[in-house]
Antibody
């Protein structure tokens, strides 16, 4: 059974940093691209960014709203995905989800998601 | 960036109703569109990909259609467990974008 479990959320002050983790199980993690998606309170879903796999040199893509502040990384030996968030702003307050991207060729979809971890940026 | 406009943003319906949600893209995206169901506090769930392909284990009352710039999600006979928020997503180009969501509530 595919499982994705996010952790690391919490309360942080504006300008601070936080690192989220996503523990994956039930599939060959190293084969898959992975996404981060967030949902601010009362708002819709917003794609944050993507990590490709080793075969594609772990390249990353980011939304403009987080580019230069957030970094996605992964450790295939630990079946884990990470989101390093720096220079946090109040508007980064959201539930953050990790999602597995389908294998195969373009186009790709987010076929499994975790239940999310809440990040609150407030003084 | 490709904008996705969903309508309606809110829908009140009864069990057994046929429900249709529309998603319009600001430019052509072929069939590179997915639909997700999201319930409060739960993981979003992929329902439809490639505009019209039903994800495994998703009930057949869900269907999708469209290509280019106009897409629809139809629930043929609304069930109690279908009350949720539905989102379309384009995967044609980065940044990936979602529609604003359609909340389906019980009438």
């Amino acid at each position: 059974e595919v499982q994705l479990v996010e952790s690391g959320g919490g309360l942080v002050q504006p300008g601070g940093s936080l690192r989220l983790s996503c523990a994956a199980s039930g599939f060959t993690f190293s084969d898959h691209y992975m996404d981060w998606v967030r949902q601010a309170p009362g708002k819709g879903l917003e794609w944050v960014g993507r990590s490709t796999n080793k075969a594609n040199s772990y390249t990353t893509e980011y939304a403009a709203s987080v580019k230069g502040r957030f970094t996605i990384s992964r450790d295939d030996s630990k079946n884990s995905l990470y989101l390093q968030m720096n220079s946090l702003k109040t508007e980064d307050t959201a539930v953050y989800y990790c999602a597995r991207v389908t294998s195969g060729s373009y186009p790709r979809w987010d076929d499994y998601w975790g239940q999310g971890t809440l990040v609150t940026v407030s003084s | 960036d490709i904008q996705l406009t969903q309508s309606p943003s809110f829908l009140s319906a009864s069990v057994g109703d046929r429900v249709t949600i529309t998603c319009r893209a600001s430019q052509g995206i072929s069939s590179h569109l997915a639909w997700y169901q999201h319930k409060l506090g739960k993981a979003p769930k992929l329902l439809i990909y490639a505009a019209s392909t039903l994800q495994a284990e998703v009930p057949s009352r869900f269907s999708g259609s469209g290509s280019g710039t106009e897409f629809t999600l139809t629930i043929s006979c609304l069930q109690p467990e279908d009350f949720a928020t539905y989102y379309c997503q384009q995967v044609d180009s980065f940044p990936l974008t979602f529609g604003g969501g359609t909340k389906v509530e019980i009438k």
